[in-house]
């Protein structure tokens, strides 16, 4: 483990308090918010999905992990804008159906906002109707759906189905993104755009949109 494993450690044991003091002290250390977050935060979630999958640690304790990061994330948030507040365009978030993971996605959120996109995040199980519903209330640029669970992927070609029915597929983009995800499965389901990580999901956006 690199410069962060004190944090590294917190957030596997779930140590809310030691973890947010080392994310602070990261910080204090002039670490850059990329390096805490990928080297610190997002490796140790890395080793808690390891340890799950290999029965060492249980579904409350990968919980307990996540409430970390979760704590460790409000520390890095302010530094997340950009300084442009120029708005770059609606974008409207949230995990697919059956899937509760939402760290990723509030990533993504996070730093789209830093960015200067505004956010409307229906949290986390959202159905394709909900999406839709949505939709249709705030017509967003840009509709962007996070999977963590192979089994929950399906929900994001039922979403842009839902999308087409609706009769607003073409009014939106569709970003799609999430550990299982890929270049190849968005290409598939055509979505218009995929993003591995949430820093790229912002250029990708922008993309999208056509803004540099
Ligand atoms: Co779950 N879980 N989990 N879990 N969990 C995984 C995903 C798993 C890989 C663990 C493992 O077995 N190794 C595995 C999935 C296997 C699979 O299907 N491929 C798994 C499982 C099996 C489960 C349960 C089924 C366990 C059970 O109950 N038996 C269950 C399912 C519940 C449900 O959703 N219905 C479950 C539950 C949970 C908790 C609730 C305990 C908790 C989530 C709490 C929460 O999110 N509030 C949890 C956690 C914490 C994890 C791991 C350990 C960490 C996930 C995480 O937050 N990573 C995870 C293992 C792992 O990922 N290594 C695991 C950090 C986060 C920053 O990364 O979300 O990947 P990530 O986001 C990245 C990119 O993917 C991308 O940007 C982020 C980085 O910048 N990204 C996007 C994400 N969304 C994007 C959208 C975009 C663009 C990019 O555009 C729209």
């Known amino acids: 483990m690199s410069e962060f494993k004190a944090l590294t450690e917190s957030v596997i044991k779930g140590d809310i308090k030691a973890a947010v003091v080392e994310t602070q002290i990261a910080l204090d250390a002039g670490s850059s918010v990329r390096d805490i977050l990928d080297k610190g935060l997002i490796a140790a979630m890395d080793e808690v999905g390891e340890r799950f999958s290999k029965g060492l640690i249980f579904v409350p304790q990968m919980l307990r992990s996540a409430k970390t990061m979760q704590e460790c994330m409000k520390l890095l948030e302010p530094f997340f804008e950009e300084g442009d507040v120029t708005p770059k365009g609606k974008v409207l978030i949230g995990t697919v159906k059956g899937d509760l993971h939402d ?35 705030i017509e967003p640029d840009i509709v962007a759906m996070s999977a963590l669970l192979s089994t929950t992927m399906p929900a994001m070609p039922q979403t842009i189905e839902a999308l087409r ?46 803004i540099s």
């Open 103 to 137: 760290i990723g996605k509030n990533l993504v959120a996070m730093m789209m906002e830093g960015a200067g996109f505004t956010i409307a995040d229906l949290g986390v199980d959202v159905s394709p109707e909900r999406f839709v519903q949505k939709a249709q209330e």
């Open 165 to 210: 029915k609706a009769g607003i597929r073409d009014k939106v983009k569709v970003m799609i993104g999430g550990a299982p995800v890929t270049e190849k499965y968005a290409h598939e389901i055509k979505a218009d755009s995929y993003a591995s990580d949430a820093g790229s999901a912002v250029s990708k956006a922008k993309q999208l949109l056509g």
